[in-house]
């Protein structure tokens, strides 16, 4: 059965609306004080599973909405949030411009890296980074990258599948 183009094209509106409207506000929100940061990110919840939820739930309600599978939508979207989070890191770490116009101080000061959970050293700092930490970055950067294709490969749509794939190659640029 075919979804045609409406599912998928419903999903990335969706997901773009989503990100542009509420990333940079998530992100950079100067109301947030650092208690309330602080209290967030001692929940347990790293920022790995955040941004999974970022990018999941915009492709999952919109495959819903037009009637496709969600829950292959989900997961894409899940590993996608993570992949994008690798690359932010690897592109930080190389001190290149990150899609969030933003430093690995930044990153990590802001707790939306992965590096502390990746490379085992909670409370990391730009300047005590590990010397593998690039590599290690990069290395999880292309697992993740071929996580996603793997999802991209269980999409029903081959109009999705192609669609998703771009994107993720997009994506994962920096790290392949």
């Given at each position: 059965m075919s979804y045609g183009?409406?599912?998928?094209?419903?999903?990335?509106?969706?997901?773009?609306?989503?990100?542009?409207?509420?990333l940079p506000r998530a992100l950079y929100d100067s109301s947030v004080t650092p208690e309330l940061r602080a209290a967030v990110v001692t929940t347990g919840v790293g920022a790995e599973a955040v941004f999974?939820?970022?990018?999941e739930f915009p492709l999952r309600i919109g495959a819903a909405l037009g009637g496709a599978d969600a829950e292959a939508f989900r997961t894409c979207g899940a590993v996608l949030g993570r992949l994008f989070l690798r690359v932010e890191d690897v592109l930080a770490l190389r001190g290149e411009r990150t899609r969030l116009d933003a430093t690995l101080p930044d990153l990590l000061d802001g707790r939306i890296s992965a590096l502390p959970e990746l490379l085992a050293v909670p409370g990391l700092t730009a300047g005590a980074l590990p010397a593998h930490a690039l590599r290690v970055a990069v290395a999880a950067g292309r697992k993740a990258s071929a996580e996603f294709e793997?999802?991209?490969?269980?999409?029903?749509?081959?109009?999705?599948?192609?669609?998703?794939?771009?994107v993720g190659a997009w994506v994962a640029a920096p790290v392949e």
């Amino acid at each position: 059965m075919s979804y045609g183009c409406w599912p998928l094209e419903s999903a990335a509106h969706t997901c773009v609306v989503y990100w542009r409207r509420n990333l940079p506000r998530a992100l950079y929100d100067s109301s947030v004080t650092p208690e309330l940061r602080a209290a967030v990110v001692t929940t347990g919840v790293g920022a790995e599973a955040v941004f999974a939820s970022l990018f999941e739930f915009p492709l999952r309600i919109g495959a819903a909405l037009g009637g496709a599978d969600a829950e292959a939508f989900r997961t894409c979207g899940a590993v996608l949030g993570r992949l994008f989070l690798r690359v932010e890191d690897v592109l930080a770490l190389r001190g290149e411009r990150t899609r969030l116009d933003a430093t690995l101080p930044d990153l990590l000061d802001g707790r939306i890296s992965a590096l502390p959970e990746l490379l085992a050293v909670p409370g990391l700092t730009a300047g005590a980074l590990p010397a593998h930490a690039l590599r290690v970055a990069v290395a999880a950067g292309r697992k993740a990258s071929a996580e996603f294709e793997q999802g991209c490969n269980r999409l029903p749509d081959p109009f999705a599948r192609s669609l998703m794939s771009a994107v993720g190659a997009w994506v994962a640029a920096p790290v392949e």
